[in-house]
C-alpha cells in the first residue's frame, strides 16, 4: 500500500518515508531497523512505512470485527503497539502482513468480548445497539477469524493478495516462489474457508466469501488522525516511554490483556499445571462473566449463541493423513503433467508446456517441512522428511534449489529421527552422487545413532558414501574442470538427441573434492565395512524388496555382513591392475556372449539403462568410438540392468546401438559381481583382460581407449 491510503497523515510522513532510507525495504528489514533504534527519524521512518504498508489491511479487519468505530480505532492502535513490543522476537520470512492480520483478529475480538461483558447503560454498549450492523456482518468477522486459523503458507497469500491487495504476480515476488504456487494456494485456502464456514452454520458461504475475498473495503483507509497517533505512539513507547499519557486508557488496557493473554499461552507450554492455566486462561480471556451468577440463564441483550451442531466436527487429519494427502496431490500432478507433454508433438511444444505444467516441487517441499516443524518426532513427520530427502537426492542437490529443502529435512531426521531404522535404511540409498547434504546427512545419522539396527546401517551408509565419494574425488582430482551434465531428448521425429546442461556441481563444492585426500577416504571407508561385520554381522540389510512393483517382505534377506564383504571384494578384487570378472550369458538377440572371448582386444564394457538419462547421453560418444576403431584390436560391450527386455530392445533400436549387450534384468547378477552403485558406469579393460579404469568417460575415454591399443598394436620400424 502507499502512503496516500493513509491521508493527511501520509503526506506528512512522504519526506520520512519516501526519503531513501526506508524505499524497497522488505518488512524485515523495517522491522529490525525499527527494532534496533534509537528511536530517530530513521527508526520513526521504518515504522511508519510498516503502518502505510500493512495499516489498510489491519483497519479493514478491525472494522469488520467491531462495529463501534472508536473501538475499531483502539484496536488498531494496541495492534501496532503489539508489534512494538514483539518486534525483537518476531520471525519475518517473507511479509509482516500474516502476523498482523492475526494479531488484529485476536486484539478485535478480545476488544469485542470485552464490550459485551459491560454493564446496561454503557455508551459504548447503547452504540452498539442502536446502530443497525450490516446483514453480513458476523459472517465477514467470522472468515476473519477462518483467516487466521489457515496454516501458514495459505494465509500468506490471502493476507497479501485479498487484504493488501497485491497482485499474484507482486505476491509471489514477495513470497520468492512462483504464480503457480499463489495461485494453487489461493484455491486450496478458498476451499478450506469455504467448508470450515459451513460447518460453523454461515450458510451459504461461497457466495459470500466470494464477495469478501472481491470487496475494495477487505482494506479501508486508515483516519489520517489515527494514523499519525499510532506512529508517534509507538515511536515514544519504543523509546522507553510509559503508556499512560501516550495512549488512551482504553488502549492501554486492550494492550494489558493481550499481552498477558500471551505471557500465559506461553507458560501453559512451558509448565506442568496445564489444567489450572487453562481454567486461568479463559477466565483472563473473559469466557468467565462476573457480572452473572452461576447458573444464571443469559440476559436478553446477550449475543445469540450460536447452534450445537448435530455430530462432532470431524477429527483434524493426523500428520500422516496430512502427508499422504500431499503425496498423493504430487503423484497426481506429475501424471498430469506427463499426460500435457505427452500432448506436444514438437520439441518447441514440449519446452513451452514443461514450465506451465511441471509441478512445484519446492511448494511440495517447503508445505512437507512446515508439516514436520508443527509436529517433530511424529511418524507422519518422518514420512514426510523422508519423501523431501528422497525427491530432493534422487536428482542432483549438491546445486541449485534443492540443496536448501534437501539439506534442511535431513538435518531434522537427523535431530528427531537418528534411531529409526527407516532413516538409516533410506541413507543406504545416497551413494549414487555426492554432494553436501549427503555426507553430512550420512555422517551425522552415524554419530548420532544408539540402536544396534540404525547404528549398524548407517556406519554401512557412511561407509557406501565414503568409497563412492573415493571414486568421485580421484576423478576430480585428475580433471581440473568438470564435465557438464547431459540430458536425453527427443526431437520433433521422435529420435533422440542429446543436450548439455550445466555443470553438476557448484564450483565450490567441485574444489572442495579436489583438495580432498582419495586414499584417506578410501581407507575409512573400508575401515567402517570392517567396524560393520565385527559389530552388526546380523543385522538384517533389506527386510522389504520390490517385487512386481510393489513392496513385499524379502524372503530371503541379507545380512549387514554380506554386504559389507561383498564392498570389500570391491576394494580388494575389483581395482584398476586385477582382472576383470568372467561374464557368460546370452545377448539381447539371445546369441551367446562371453567377456573372455575377446582377450586380446581392449574392452569397452558400459553398464547402462534406457531409463537412465546420463546412460543414454552417453550413447552418441560410444557409437562414434565403435566406428572410428572399427577394425582395430577393440569392442565395446554393453550390460542391461534393472529393465524388461523389451525396453532394452526398443532402447537399441532408437538410439541405433551397433554392440551386443548382456541383459543383467531386474536382479542384477551381473551389476551384483561388478558392485555397480550408479549409472552409467565404463570399465576399461585391456588386452591381457585386466581392469585399467572404472571411471574414464567422455573425450577422456577416447583418449585412454587410445593409449591402451598403442600398447598392443606394433610400432612402426625405424627408417634404415
Known amino acids: 500500500m502507499k502512503l496516500g491510503a493513509l491521508g493527511t497523515a501520509g503526506r506528512e510522513l512522504r519526506a520520512l518515508f519516501d526519503g531513501g532510507a526506508t524505499a524497497g525495504l522488505a518488512d524485515g528489514e523495517l522491522l529490525a531497523r525499527f527494532a534496533a533504534g534509537p528511536a530517530d527519524a530513521g527508526s520513526e521512518a521504518a515504522f511508519a512505512a510498516l503502518v502505510a504498508r500493512h495499516g489498510p489491511m489491519v483497519w479493514g479487519t478491525c ?29 519475518v520470512d517473507d511479509s509482516l502482513g500474516r502476523w498482523l492480520h492475526g494479531a488484529g483478529v485476536r486484539v478485535a475480538l478480545r476488544a ?15 452504540d452498539l445497539l442502536v446502530t443497525p450492523p450490516p446483514p453480513d456482518a458476523d459472517l465477514r468477522a467470522a472468515i476473519d477469524e477462518e483467516v487466521d486459523r489457515l496454516p501458514p503458507a495459505y494465509r500468506s497469500v490471502v493476507v497479501l493478495c485479498h487484504l493488501e491487495g497485491l497482485t499474484r504476480e507482486h505476491a509471489a515476488s514477495t513470497l520468492g516462489c512462483p504464480v503457480g504456487t499463489v495461485n ?39 483516519p489520517p488522525k489515527l494514523a499519525g497517533a499510532t506512529v508517534a505512539a509507538s515511536t515514544r513507547i519504543a523509546s522507553g516511554g510509559a503508556l499512560a499519557g501516550t495512549v488512551t486508557a482504553g488502549v492501554a488496557v486492550l494492550l494489558d490483556g493481550v499481552l498477558r ?18 481454567a486461568l486462561a479463559a477466565f483472563v480471556a473473559g469466557a468467565g462473566d462476573p457480572a452473572r451468577p452461576a447458573g444464571e440463564p443469559p440476559r436478553s441483550d446477550d449475543p445469540p449463541q450460536a447452534a450445537k451442531p448435530a455430530e462432532p ?73 523422508l519423501w523431501v530427502v528422497g525427491e530432493g537426492m534422487r536428482n542432483n542437490d549438491a546445486t541449485g534449489p534443492r540443496m536448501v529443502p534437501t539439506g534442511k529435512a535431513a538435518e531434522a531426521l ?66 581440473p574442470v568438470q564435465p557438464k551434465s547431459k540430458y536425453q531428448m527427443r526431437d520433433d521425429e521422435g529420435k533422440p538427441y542429446i543436450k548439455e546442461g550445466p555443470e553438476s556441481y557448484a564450483d565450490s563444492y567441485w574444489q572442495w573434492l579436489r583438495s580432498r585426500d582419495e586414499a584417506a ?110 577394425g582395430k584390436p577393440f569392442v565395446l560391450l554393453g550390460v542391461n540392468a534393472r529393465e524388461k527386455p523389451e525396453a532394452a530392445r526398443k532402447a537399441v533400436r532408437d538410439a541405433a546401438i551397433t554392440w ?43 583418449k585412454f581407449v587410445d593409449q591402451l591399443l598403442a600398447e598392443i598394436e606394433p610400432k612402426p620400424a625405424d627408417p634404415e
Not at 509441478?359 to 518426532?377: I, N, T, V
Not at 549414487?432 to 548407517?458: D, H, I, Q, V
Not at 537412465?612 to 552417453?618: D, F, H, L, V, W
Request: charged share 30%.
Open 414 to 479: 537427523v535431530r528427531d529421527f537418528a534411531d529409526d531404522p527407516r532413516v538409516a535404511r533410506a541413507a543406504l540409498r545416497i551413494d549414487n552422487a555426492p554432494s553436501a547434504n549427503r555426507g553430512a546427512f550420512a555422517r551425522a545419522l552415524r554419530e548420532k545413532a544408539t540402536g544396534r539396527e540404525a547404528k549398524g546401517l548407517a556406519t554401512l551408509a557412511l561407509a557406501q558414501y565414503l568409497g563412492m565419494e573415493a571414486d568421485i574425488i580421484h576423478f576430480a582430482r585428475t580433471n
Open 521 to 630: 577416504t578410501r581407507a575409512e571407508s573400508e575401515a567402517l565395512y570392517h567396524r560393520v561385520i565385527a559389530e552388526f554381522a546380523d543385522v538384517v540389510h533389506n527386510p522389504m524388496h520390490y517385487e512386481g512393483g510393489k513392496l513385499v517382505k524379502n524372503p530371503s534377506p541379507k545380512t549387514l555382513a554380506q554386504v559389507a564383504e561383498a564392498k570389500l571384494d570391491d576394494l580388494r578384487n575389483l581395482v584398476v591392475g586385477n582382472p576383470a570378472p568372467e561374464i557368460e550369458g546370452p545377448d539381447l538377440d539371445d546369441r551367446p556372449l562371453k567377456l573372455s572371448d575377446h582377450r586380446g582386444k581392449v574392452v569397452v564394457l558400459a553398464f547402462w539403462g534406457s531409463w537412465c538419462g546420463p546412460c543414454m547421453a552417453a550413447i552418441p560418444q560410444e557409437r562414434e568410438l565403435a566406428r572410428r576403431l572399427q
Open 112 to 126: 469485542r468480548a470485552s464490550a459485551r461483558r459491560r454493564v446496561d447503560g454503557d455508551l459504548a454498549t447503547i
Open 261 to 278: 493473554r500471551m505471557a500465559l499461552m506461553t507458560l501453559m507450554k512451558t509448565t506442568a499445571f496445564g489444567s489450572t492455566l487453562i
Open 63 to 91: 472494522r469488520r470485527i467491531l462495529r463501534d468505530p472508536h473501538a475499531a480505532e483502539d484496536a488498531f492502535q494496541a495492534t501496532f503497539l503489539l508489534l512494538v513490543r514483539k518486534a525483537g522476537s518476531i520471525r
Open 184 to 222: 494453487s494456494r489461493l484455491s486450496r485456502a478458498g476451499g478450506l474457508l469455504k467448508s470450515r464456514l459451513t460447518r460453523r452454520g454461515l450458510a451459504p458461504a461461497s457466495a459470500a466469501l466470494s464477495a469478501w475475498l472481491t470487496a475494495p473495503e477487505a482494506s479501508a483507509a486508515v
Open 660 to 702: 551386443p549387450s548382456w541383459h543383467d534384468g531386474e536382479e542384477g547378477g551381473i551389476v551384483d559381481r561388478y558392485h555397480i552403485r550408479s549409472f552409467p558406469t565404463v570399465f576399461v579393460i585391456d588386452a591381457r583382460g585386466n581392469i585399467r579404469s572404472k571411471e574414464a568417460g567422455g573425450e577422456g575415454l577416447d
Open 313 to 385: 466436527p470431524p477429527k483434524p487429519p493426523t500428520p500422516s493423513e496430512q502427508f499422504r494427502s500431499i503425496e498423493a496431490e504430487w503423484k497426481a500432478a506429475l501424471e498430469k503433467f506427463s499426460a500435457e507433454m505427452g500432448k506436444g508433438k514438437t520439441q518447441a511444444e514440449r519446452d513451452a508446456i514443461f514450465p506451465k505444467f511441471y509441478p512445484d516441487e519446492m511448494d511440495y517441499f517447503r508445505r512437507c517441512l512446515e508439516l514436520a516443524d508443527a509436529h517433530p518426532k511424529d511418524p507422519g513427520a518422518r514420512d514426510a522428511l
